[in-house]
């Protein structure tokens, strides 16, 4: 249990945690910051469905929205990252037109105002989307265009991420596209895909033009391979975040005396605060992880590294944010000042801009977990929470 927090003068007085909380607290009242989903991977099932009807796509197994969400959550779970990735192609195919693209990205933030999101950044790579005669800068244009449209109906703020995949030999032009696109609402750039012989360093020209046009970096490292593809994406690629790092608990310990010991790598990452992308329920799903019990987030958590929570692929996975945080916090027993304190990690991350950080931070973030204390405080006095309390 914590102490409360709002106001100061009020007498101690404890606050639910872990499932407790998640019994207490409607999570989707949280707000949010979203750094690694897949545009890609998140599409409505009822919408893959019409798509696939308009454009005459025939490969999906069935055309019933619940029958094909169970379908590509199954199909996620088969413990591996190559077999995850199969169900992309077929949302893939149906983003192959401007319109199509536009929608998707529009729902995308949709979906991300109805879980609570206040800011979003979504990845994915233009390149898979040309099949249909989309040039890469009209796919990321169709994409910019309907996340600027869900801004104006929703109020969710967003950035885009251009994804470059370590199995191509385009990375370059990945990044030269990212760069072209910065001051339209491309945030970043980011190498994705699986990573077991395909190695960081082999992109190494795609990750000096970014660093030459002084632009942020993510990369995918550490989910399905060990420490050597986190540092490469550290010190060969200078990565400004890393995607998953599930792999970084390789080199964690926990001494005789119960405390944790970090190899160079781990104290690097926590010294440095370079944040630490997250993702429960993705990195059981491609085998990073054996369990949700065994994640290493609550071992990253306890030591101060700069870690928060994220989706990856929410029709994948079956998931959304606030699914992500509410297991978060009845595994390991998380309080809603864990929970406001990975928000603020997850805002400070972003790659937007530091007065649209700041601004958000201050307007949104802090006054709506304001106003959770305050109705948890005032539950707990009244001893909803503690039958023993009596203020």
């Given at each position: 249990?914590?102490?409360?927090?709002?106001?100061?003068?009020?007498?101690?007085?404890?606050?639910?945690?872990?499932?407790?909380?998640?019994?207490?607290?409607?999570?989707?009242?949280?707000?949010?910051?979203?750094?690694?989903?897949?545009?890609?991977?998140?599409?409505?099932?009822?919408?893959?469905?019409?798509l696939?009807?308009?454009?005459?796509?025939?490969?999906?197994p069935?055309e019933?929205?619940?029958?094909l969400?169970?379908?590509?959550?199954?199909?996620?779970?088969r413990g591996?990252?190559?077999?995850?990735?199969?169900?992309?192609?077929?949302?893939?195919?149906?983003?192959?037109?401007?319109?199509?693209l536009?929608?998707?990205?529009?729902?995308?933030?949709e979906?991300?105002?109805?879980?609570?999101?206040v800011?979003?950044?979504?990845?994915?790579?233009?390149?898979f989307?040309?099949?249909?005669g989309?040039?890469?800068?009209?796919v990321?244009?169709?994409?910019?265009?309907?996340?600027?449209?869900?801004?104006?109906?929703?109020?969710?703020e967003?950035?885009?991420?251009?994804?470059?995949?370590?199995?191509?030999?385009?990375?370059?032009?990945a990044?030269?596209?990212?760069?072209?696109?910065?001051d339209?609402?491309?945030?970043?750039?980011?190498?994705?895909?699986?990573?077991?012989?395909?190695p960081p360093?082999?992109?190494?020209?795609?990750?000096?033009?970014i660093?030459?046009?002084?632009?942020?970096?993510?990369i995918?490292?550490?989910?399905?391979?060990?420490?050597?593809?986190?540092?490469?994406a550290?010190?060969?690629?200078?990565?400004?975040?890393?995607?998953?790092?599930?792999?970084?608990?390789?080199?964690?310990?926990?001494?005789?005396?119960?405390s944790?010991?970090l190899?160079?790598?781990?104290?690097?990452?926590l010294?440095?605060?370079?944040?630490?992308?997250?993702?429960?329920?993705?990195?059981?799903h491609?085998?990073?992880c054996?369990?949700?019990?065994?994640?290493?987030?609550?071992?990253?958590?306890?030591?101060?590294?700069?870690?928060?929570?994220?989706?990856?692929?929410r029709?994948?996975s079956?998931?959304e944010?606030?699914?992500?945080l509410?297991?978060?916090?009845?595994l390991?027993?998380?309080?809603?000042?864990?929970?406001?304190?990975?928000?603020m990690?997850?805002?400070k991350?972003?790659?937007?801009?530091?007065?649209?950080?700041?601004g958000?931070?201050?307007r949104?973030?802090?006054?709506?977990?304001g106003?959770?204390?305050?109705?948890?405080?005032?539950?707990?006095?009244?001893?909803?929470?503690?039958?023993?309390?009596?203020?």
């Amino acid at each position: 249990m914590i102490e409360q927090r709002y106001p100061e003068s009020l007498p101690v007085c404890p606050l639910p945690e872990g499932a407790a909380l998640v019994e207490a607290l409607d999570f989707r009242r949280l707000p949010k910051v979203l750094l690694h989903e897949h545009l890609d991977g998140g599409l409505r099932p009822a919408t893959v469905i019409e798509l696939a009807r308009e454009t005459g796509y025939g490969g999906l197994p069935t055309e019933d929205p619940a029958a094909l969400a169970n379908w590509f959550h199954r199909g996620a779970q088969r413990g591996n990252l190559p077999e995850y990735l199969e169900g992309f192609a077929h949302t893939t195919a149906v983003m192959q037109r401007a319109d199509d693209l536009e929608r998707v990205a529009y729902e995308f933030l949709e979906d991300m105002a109805a879980d609570g999101v206040v800011y979003a950044e979504v990845r994915f790579a233009p390149v898979f989307h040309t099949s249909g005669g989309l040039s890469q800068d009209e796919v990321v244009a169709a994409v910019l265009a309907g996340l600027e449209r869900g801004r104006g109906a929703f109020g969710v703020e967003w950035g885009l991420i251009v994804c470059a995949m370590r199995d191509r030999q385009d990375s370059l032009e990945a990044a030269e596209l990212a760069i072209r696109w910065r001051d339209r609402g491309v945030v970043g750039f980011d190498l994705a895909g699986g990573e077991a012989g395909y190695p960081p360093k082999k992109h190494l020209a795609a990750f000096q033009a970014i660093h030459r046009a002084n632009f942020s970096i993510t990369i995918h490292a550490g989910e399905a391979f060990g420490l050597e593809s986190i540092w490469q994406a550290l010190q060969w690629c200078g990565a400004h975040r890393l995607g998953h790092a599930t792999r970084l608990v390789d080199d964690m310990a926990v001494g005789a005396d119960g405390s944790w010991k970090l190899g160079t790598l781990a104290q690097y990452v926590l010294d440095r605060r370079i944040p630490l992308e997250m993702c429960l329920s993705s990195n059981v799903h491609t085998g990073a992880c054996p369990s949700l019990e065994a994640h290493p987030f609550q071992g990253f958590h306890a030591m101060g590294f700069r870690v928060f929570l994220n989706t990856d692929d929410r029709l994948m996975s079956d998931t959304e944010l606030s699914k992500e945080l509410a297991l978060a916090t009845s595994l390991f027993g998380l309080s809603l000042l864990d929970l406001e304190k990975m928000t603020m990690n997850a805002m400070k991350s972003a790659f937007v801009s530091h007065a649209v950080r700041v601004g958000l931070i201050h307007r949104r973030l802090l006054p709506a977990y304001g106003v959770l204390f305050a109705e948890l405080t005032a539950r707990a006095f009244s001893g909803e929470f503690d039958p023993s309390f009596s203020p």
